[in-house]
């Protein structure tokens, strides 16, 4: 099971770490350039298109994906039927998204509304393509297709903010263009057009997708207001400004988000291809999955704090002055992030089980915490610190109804002394970060190192054993 992981780790680290890591350095730029008010706006927009193309689209490339696994033996034929059929299901899903948009420009007054909904369309096209890549195993080029659509990316926000001076517009035409040219690079190998035939349609396999898909719909709704609906709230009771402020401390999660994306999607492909089964072994495997996921989550944690002050230290001119009430709010956003990393992580498993309900229930609860201690502490005067302490606590509920599921449905494990150990730790490193110099955050970035090592030394001990079996078995080649 390490070795599958870490090979696909390895490869989607190139494609999304290496590459979308060059998003992160456009925050001076970002800040520079773009009031805070415009970011919270922009935010807010791309919350609520995103929500909408979400529950359109029923995240038909993972059914795709999901349903293709069947189908072990000649892959050019058979995985069209599964492919031709979510496709019919994805085109209806974009005519509704097309209509519902125009009817939205038509009768409400949104700041340029056509490249807010391609970007919700942009969006949708690309995850089912990077869908339909993983699952021909074209992973390679799906690392090529991240490069690139971060590259160009890059490039037209230089374009249009600085030498062109457009206001935030710049920033939907630029993540527009960039997920199009990945799709693009993509289409190369995937040929999506050529599989598209009446006679792959499969009426059965039609239905048990919207039975697998729809679930996923209402799961996105209640997603939604577990993840992004903070950002509504904060902008309707404190200003857009507030929720700007809410962006930019948000943009260093990515760091630690697009880490763990790369092994979510290696895990993702290994859940979704074991028998579906409640097979002996199904919880022991899930578990040793959970423990390695959750210590490398805590450890990325208790690394990114302190170095993220050391960089602003070093670079203060990083995040423009304007912008400083974002930096106390970061900590408490990784600590939330975490927690919606491992939530997410936990929803795979369901989905590999195909018991998406207890998706929609977790999520659901979480939300109405999320929702409920949000406006609380908003009245309470926590002012925009209420959006990332509702954030965690939201998906710390959520998690913990998942995983007492999961411990009834196929006995799966979580040592619970991770957070009774590490909580503490990951307290004191926040008290750090916001109360004390830049060298303590330095001695406390090498002690989080050396924590580091000894959490993850059977890994490291492992992964060192592979390397020099590789060599050797070179050498006697």
Known sequence: MKNNIFKSTAIYFVGNVLAKIILFFLLPLYTKYIPSADMGYYDTAVAIVTFMS?????????????????????????RKIPISTGMSIFLFSTLIYILISLVVGLTVDIQYVFWVAMYGLAASIQNL????????????????SG?????????TNILFIIVLEWDYRALYISAVIGMLSGVLVLEVKVRLFSKLKLKFFDKALFIRMLKFSLPLCINSVAFWLLSSSNKLIVSFLLGTEATGYLSIANKFNQVLFLVSTCFQLAWQELAFSRNNKLEAGTGEFYTKAMDLYTRI???????????IQLGLTIFPSFIDPSYNDSIILIPLALFGTVMSIICTFLGSIFGGLKKTNVIFVSSMAGAIVNIGLIYGLIQAGMGVMSANIAFMVGFFVAVVIRMLFLYKEIKMKFKVWYLLVFTPIIAGVIF????????YNLIVFVA????????LLPEIKHFIKSLKARKGA???G
């Open 54 to 78: 979400n529950v359109l689209f029923l995240d038909i490339g993972s059914a795709i994906m999901r349903f293709a696994y069947e189908y072990k033996q000649d892959l050019e034929t058979t």
């Open 129 to 144: 393509y990077s869908y339909l890549s993983r699952t021909y195993g074209y992973n390679s080029l799906f690392a090529v």
């Open 147 to 155: 490069v690139v659509n971060t590259l160009v990316h890059v490039l």
């Open 297 to 307: 989550l805590i450890c990325g944690l208790l690394l990114c704090i302190p170095l």
């Open 432 to 439: 750090v970060y916001n109360r004390l110099a830049w060298y």
């Open 448 to 455: 989080m190192l050396a924590v580091t090592v000894l959490v």
């Open 474 to 476: 070179k050498r006697i």
